[in-house]
């Protein structure tokens, strides 16, 4: 039975004359990791920025579900009444296309990373992911200054941010230079430290901007590992970005692909491998052409 975490509904985004994404729907499931991939300008970052809310789609919706999946039978109301979000006891339903990214951020909990690291890089590893948890220590201490003198509650907040924080160090094999700037650390190292930090925020949905650039297959294959680990352990649904198809067909559970800003291809990583189209797209070929080309490069 699926279980819908977020759709994307008829979405396009216009830069002036320039449309960057057409017309693109589809549907990510909770519990799954869902791959968005496609040639170099297909308009995946621009994807992930209406999620994510850095930009404001031109048309289209872009809803976000938690809880109770009977709430979906009122996303057609919340649309038409001009709210940002429908909670309850039960869950939240949330328009995304209607918030700002801090709002997507705190309200709808999606956590994002980017495709450059941007860690704090003169932090050590452990104040980066408390920073990460900042909100929770704010509301601990009244929003005053009632956490620098020690309050309890504020005490109590800081003693559980730190052990979340440890506990991610000890998952992405960080424990150790937990005091080292976060500067110094392998480039490897720094991506997984990216992903701890944005799962310190306890996300409903993680998007995750091309997090294997730059990668070797050592680092590659930890990285996998630790992906894997936040959808079966921690039950946390996933949104990738990703070039490197040896990850996408290895973790994903459903892959989405653009071309030119709209979707050519949409199902299991199976399917997609054999896909006529993806793989014209890729070699930047017309479709008749595919097999001609596929046998001259050896695929």
Same mark, same amino acid.
């Given at each position: 039975?699926?279980? #819908? ?24 499931? *909770?519990? &799954? ?16 920025? $209406? ?32 709210? !940002?979000?429908?909670? @309850? ?5 949330? %328009?995304? /296309?209607?918030?700002?990214?801090? +709002? ?7 956590? @994002? ?5 941007? %860690?704090? =890089? ?35 907040? +800081? *003693? ?6 440890? %506990? ?5 094999? %960080? ?14 190292? =720094? ?8 799962? $310190?925020? &306890? #996300?409903?949905?993680? $998007? ?26 921690? !039950? ?13 067909? /290895? ?10 800003? /709209?979707?050519?291809?949409?199902? !299991? ?16 070929? +017309?479709?008749? &052409? ?10």
């Amino acid at each position: 039975m699926t279980r #819908p975490l977020l759709r994307v509904e008829h979405l396009t985004m216009r830069f002036g004359g320039l449309v960057a994404i057409n017309n693109v729907s589809f549907t990510a499931q *909770h519990g &799954e990791i869902t791959a968005l991939i496609g040639p170099n300008g297909a308009g995946k970052t621009t994807v992930f920025n $209406c999620i994510t809310g850095f930009y404001k789609p031109t048309e289209g919706r872009l809803a976000l579900q938690s809880g109770d999946q009977a709430l979906w039978d009122d996303l057609d109301t919340l649309t038409a009444g001009g709210a !940002k979000s429908l909670r @309850r006891a039960d869950g939240g339903l949330f %328009l995304l /296309e209607r918030m700002r990214d801090f +709002e997507v951020s705190r309200d709808a909990r999606v956590a @994002r990373t980017f495709q450059n690291v941007r %860690l704090f =890089q003169g932090m050590t590893v452990l104040e980066n992911l408390l920073v990460a948890q900042h909100r929770a220590l704010m509301a601990a201490s009244g929003f005053t200054i009632l956490g620098a003198i020690g309050w309890a509650p504020y005490r109590k907040a +800081e *003693h559980a941010s730190i052990e979340r924080a440890r %506990l991610w160090l000890d998952r992405i094999g %960080l424990i150790d230079r937990a005091d080292d700037p976060a500067g110094t650390l392998p480039y490897g190292a =720094q991506r997984r430290l990216e992903v701890a930090r944005a799962m $310190c925020t &306890e #996300p409903m949905l993680l $998007c995750l901007d091309e997090p294997a650039a730059g990668l070797n297959h050592r680092e590659s294959a930890a990285l996998n590992d630790l992906l894997m680990l936040i959808r079966d352990q921690d !039950k946390t649904s996933i949104l990738l970005i990703e070039h490197d198809m040896s990850v996408v067909m /290895e973790i994903s559970d459903h892959v989405v692909v653009l071309d030119y800003g /709209e979707k050519i291809a949409d199902g !299991k990583p199976a399917e997609i491998r054999s896909d006529q189209k993806v793989i014209a797209a890729y070699l930047g070929v +017309e479709d008749e &052409e595919v097999d001609k080309v596929a046998a001259e490069v050896g695929l």
